[in-house]
């Protein structure tokens, strides 16, 4: 399956609470943990033709990989989870999938409220 889109998360934990969420072809990158402008360039330049999600966690290390995202990547689009969750990997399922269908991510009905 070809992916459409690219979505950027700190850690595997991330990753797999937005795996059974998505319904739609979506590469998602793990920066696992912080990251210099190197790294993110080089780990998301395969994928400089496709729009780009950050979704960080609501903490120092997510702020720090969110400022660099903003700065090498200007065209992201910053996605947030509620600080009370902290992390994406906490977020529950029906929350996420609100969150990236504001964004036009598509989601599996089953996690709409």
């Known amino acids: 399956m070809f992916s459409e889109k690219v979505i950027l998360v700190e850690g595997k934990s991330d990753k797999l609470r937005l795996i059974p969420v998505l319904d739609e072809a979506t590469e998602i990158i793990c920066t696992n943990g912080t990251i ?17 999600y950050a979704f ?6 997510g702020e720090q990989i969110r400022s660099i995202v903003k700065k090498e990547f ?5 996605l947030y989870t509620k ?14 999938a ?3 269908k504001r964004v036009n991510i598509k989601v599996r009905k089953e996690f709409l409220l």
Not at 56 to 61: E, G, V
Not at 74 to 78: G, L, M, Y
Not at 83 to 96: H, R
């Open 36 to 52: 210099s402008n190197v790294k993110l360039e080089e780990i998301l330049s395969p994928y400089d033709d496709l729009p780009i």
């Open 74 to 78: 200007p065209e992201a689009i910053h």
């Open 83 to 96: 600080s009370m969750y902290c992390e994406v990997a906490n977020t529950p399922l029906d929350v996420l």
């Open 56 to 61: 960080l966690d609501a903490d120092k290390s």
């Open 98 to 100: 609100s969150i990236l």
